[in-house]
């Protein structure tokens, strides 16, 4: 299954490119300001798949997705402004 069926990201203007991602079992529950980060900021990042609750030897461990590597950037840079702002002073 290919996550990221357009040929190139509505945010970076830049092709997708295919690789393959860990799929992530489980009730996970992304946070509203990281849905909304997503939506406006790196729809395309990919990072994983969520593969929902019921887990199985058979369930796949990896899916392949065509990402945008400047999604990826983006999503890297937001979770490290959400933890420096949520990190103790020193």
Not at 22 to 43: N, S
Not at 55 to 77: G, I, W
Request: proline share 9%; aromatic share 8%.
């Amino acid at each position: 299954m290919l996550r990221g069926l357009f040929g190139s990201c509505s945010v970076h203007k830049v092709p997708l490119v295919e690789e393959e991602v860990p799929v992530r079992y489980g009730l996970i529950r992304l946070p509203p300001a990281y849905q909304e980060a997503k939506r406006r900021r790196f729809p395309n990042a990919f990072s994983f798949v969520l593969g929902g609750c019921l887990v199985s030897p058979t369930n796949p461990r990896m899916l392949k997705v065509r990402c945008c590597s400047l999604c990826r950037e983006a999503e890297r840079a937001w979770q490290k402004d959400l933890l420096d702002a949520t990190s103790l002073p020193e």
